[in-house]
Nanobody, 121 residues
Framework: VQLQASGGGLVQTGGSLRLSCAAS????????MGWFRQAPGKEREFVAG????????YYADSVKGRFTISRDNAKNTVYLQMNSLKPEDTAVYYC???????????????WGQGTLVTVSS
């Protein structure tokens, strides 16, 4: 599975962005998907995850109520809708695929390149 993230950019505090992650290769709908982020000087952290059948989602406490993960298996794409953005959301965002679980773990099987999100104050 190859993953291509897009949709990052510069936004003001309180603004919104939607990230997309397009997958190529077979069996996208069999994979749990996740979004991670890495801010400058910090370790990569889990942001959100969604199960292969869309019945379970996971969120980091820091983004609950502001971010929404979704997927369209017909389009082989997973999304991250980010609302009420804060300067501390500034990071490179990565999408990832895992054959087993969408939870907050670092054992995802495939990773995409990152897309930069910058939130200005």
């Amino acid at each position: 599975v190859q993953l291509q993230a897009s949709g990052g950019g510069l936004v003001q505090t309180g603004g919104s962005l939607r990230l997309s992650c397009a997958a190529s290769g077979r069996s996208f709908s069999s994979y749990a998907m996740g979004w991670f982020r890495q801010a400058p000087g910090k370790e990569r952290e889990f942001v959100a995850g969604i199960s292969w059948n869309i019945d379970t989602t996971y969120y980091a406490d820091s983004v609950k109520g502001r971010f929404t993960i979704s997927r369209d298996n017909a389009k082989n794409t997973v999304y991250l809708q980010m609302n009420s953005l804060k300067p501390e959301d500034t990071a490179v965002y990565y999408c990832a695929a895992d054959y087993h679980t969408a939870g907050p773990h670092n054992g995802y099987d495939y990773w995409g390149q990152g897309t930069l999100v910058t939130v200005s104050s």
